[in-house]
């Protein structure tokens, strides 16, 4: 039978996109070395580097076109919305210096805005939600990637309905490449792997997206299961070596705590903003909505067969009034599995990371001009706030001089979790109550996690064009229910 993925035409402009059946029969060829389904023995074939649906865009020039699709993933049917016919969204890859245009086309029926995640962009290429255009209409996006190599991530961001779209599929990975990160020759082609992890809700065998008022005042909309690009109960077999494992937590609300089942260390290269200095061990690293991470792993030294990427258990973000409407999977810090790999009896390339990895170059602390007090609260009328406020496209919050240094310092006085997120910068974490700055957290950052009771400062230096940008929480029923505030560079 057919092995790959087909798209088939129903009616009009519905498409839909079938998988082989899970138990099927079919021969595999062994370059598609992801496998997906729930059985052991005999399973789809599923590699994200080689399978059609996730396409890697590597042009300079390029379309994005978003639409309605109804995809069959798996078990699980999802009325979503396909970027260039595919759900996840294809991979965009591209390199420092590179000019970029992009014709994103807007065909789903619905406002819609494309924001790139991390980027530093000129305000008018940012995504804002006020630029987002109807249904029909296209947005022409034409920049230069300035910054360095690094994990990004690419979504809509229209306002009130960011969550609906992410979920539905307009989220993807958007890799950039440098000199300093070629040197370092990271595994690359079968043995680089770019992971969307995504919560799902698995109740019935449609996935929707119908978050209720209280879900949306506390934990967000949580799922009980997580798809890894698009599919759940996720396999991928693997030799004997070492692979570079690139992360991104696309859920709209669910914090990961990301381990190996086996509890082994994880070897940390990069966050949000690129390569670290030096690289970390770690045992669990704690990855909230829009968060990325670069990690090594080596599956030789694995004594077993098999090795599970989990989300263990947390307590520390597990909400303390009982967020939790529905019982315990649909609560933050419960144990899920992402994906399991199968090792196979097969050596592959050797490869050790050399002690630095990365020079990064940031104004030092004592550079910052000035320190802004962020609060991050529940109003007892209208939900979560910020500073006492919440999104009105009119106001701007803040106005920052460009070139500036500041500390932005986050309070969260409220019992549930907020990953604040700075559209136009990369900044570092300089302090955190309670915990104190995590490993995980050494580099530079676009988004952090400000947990119930504590205060974070970041140390942020602003040099974007001067125009409109955002700051909001990334828990993306947080940010559609309004907590999200503007603030210019100027
Ligand atoms: Cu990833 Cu304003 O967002
Ligand atoms: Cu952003
Ligand atoms: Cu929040």
């Known amino acids: 039978m057919e092995r790959r993925w087909f798209i088939?035409?129903?009616?009009?402009?519905?498409?839909?996109?079938?998988?082989?059946?899970?138990?099927?029969?079919?021969?595999?060829?062994?370059?598609?070395?992801?496998?997906?389904?729930g059985s052991t023995d005999e399973s789809t074939p599923?590699?994200?580097?080689?399978?059609?649906?996730?396409?890697?865009?590597?042009?300079?020039?390029?379309?994005?076109?978003?639409?309605?699709?109804?995809?069959?993933?798996?078990?699980?049917?999802?009325?979503?919305?396909?970027?260039?016919?595919?759900?996840?969204?294809?991979?965009?890859?591209?390199?420092?210096?590179?000019?970029?245009?992009?014709?994103?086309?807007?065909?789903?029926?619905?406002?819609?805005?494309?924001?790139?995640?991390?980027?530093?962009?000129?305000?008018?290429?940012?995504?804002?939600p006020s630029l987002a255009v109807s249904s029909g209409e296209d947005y022409n996006y034409v920049f230069e990637i300035n910054q360095r190599a690094g994990t990004y991530f690419y979504h809509s961001h229209t306002h009130?309905?960011?969550?609906?779209?992410?979920?539905?599929?307009?989220?993807?990975?958007?890799?950039?490449?440098?000199?300093?990160?070629?040197?370092l020759n990271l595994p690359k082609g079968n043995y680089e792997l770019?992971?969307?992890?995504?919560?799902?809700?698995?109740?019935?065998?449609?996935?929707?997206?119908?978050?209720?008022?209280?879900?949306?005042?506390?934990?967000?909309y949580l799922g009980n299961q997580i798809f890894v690009n698009g599919v759940p109960n996720a396999k991928h077999k693997v030799e004997k070596t070492v692979y570079r494992l690139r992360l991104l937590n696309g859920s709209t609300a669910r914090i990961l705590n990301v381990s190996w089942s086996n509890q082994m260390d994880m070897t940390l290269i990069g966050t949000d903003g690129g390569l670290l200095e030096t690289a970390q061990h770690l045992t669990h690293i704690l990855l909230a909505p829009a968060e990325r991470v670069d990690i090594l792993v080596n599956f030789s030294k694995v004594n077993d067969s098999i090795v599970k990427?989990?989300?263990?258990?947390?307590?520390?973000?597990?909400?303390?009034?009982?967020?939790?409407?529905m019982g315990s999977n649909f609560t933050q810090g419960t144990p899920m599995d992402m994906i399991l790999f199968e090792i196979q009896d097969k050596e592959g390339p050797n490869y050790s990371h050399p002690p630095q990895l990365s020079v990064i170059n940031y104004p030092s602390l004592e550079s910052a001009e000035?320190?802004?007090?962020?609060?991050?609260?529940?109003?007892?009328?209208?939900?979560?706030?910020?500073?006492?406020?919440?999104?009105?496209?009119?106001?701007?919050?803040?106005?920052?001089?460009?070139?500036?240094?500041?500390?932005?310092?986050?309070?969260?006085?409220?019992?549930?979790?907020?990953?604040?997120?700075?559209?136009?910068?990369?900044?570092?974490?300089?302090?955190?109550?309670?915990?104190g700055v995590q490993k995980w957290e050494e580099g530079l950052k676009d988004t952090v996690l400000v947990l119930p009771g504590e205060t974070v400062e970041i140390l942020v230096h602003f040099t974007a064009q001067p125009g409109l940008y955002l700051f909001h929480c990334h828990n993306l029923e947080h940010e559609d229910a309004g907590m999200m505030l503007n603030y210019a560079i100027v």
């Open 370 to 435: 000035r320190i802004r007090t962020i609060t991050l609260e529940m109003l007892m009328q209208t939900g979560h706030a910020i500073n006492g406020r919440q999104y009105n496209p009119q106001q701007i919050e803040f106005e920052v001089p460009q070139g500036a240094v500041e500390i932005w310092k986050f309070t969260n006085t409220t019992v549930v979790a907020h990953p604040m997120h700075l559209h136009g910068v990369q900044f570092r974490v300089i302090s955190r109550s309670n915990r």
């Open 46 to 128: 599923y590699n994200l580097l080689t399978d059609r649906r996730i396409n890697t865009l590597n042009q300079s020039e390029f379309e994005l076109l978003t639409d309605t699709q109804e995809f069959q993933l798996h078990d699980y049917k999802l009325n979503g919305y396909s970027i260039n016919g595919v759900y996840p969204s294809p991979t965009i890859k591209t390199s420092k210096g590179q000019q970029l245009k992009i014709d994103f086309k807007n065909r789903i029926g619905n406002r819609c805005i494309i924001h790139w995640h991390g980027l530093i962009v000129p305000p008018l290429m940012d995504g804002h």
């Open 194 to 220: 770019t992971l969307l992890l995504q919560d799902k809700r698995t109740t019935s065998n449609e996935l929707i997206y119908t978050p209720t008022q209280m879900e949306a005042r506390m934990d967000g």
């Open 309 to 325: 990427l989990i989300s263990a258990e947390s307590d520390l973000i597990k909400t303390s009034s009982g967020g939790g409407m």
């Open 160 to 183: 009130g309905l960011t969550a609906n779209q992410v979920y539905k599929g307009i989220a993807g990975f958007f890799i950039i490449e440098d000199q300093e990160e070629a040197a």
């Open 8 to 37: 088939q035409k129903i009616s009009g402009s519905t498409l839909l996109l079938s998988l082989p059946p899970l138990l099927s029969n079919c021969s595999k060829d062994p370059t598609d070395p992801i496998d997906s389904s």
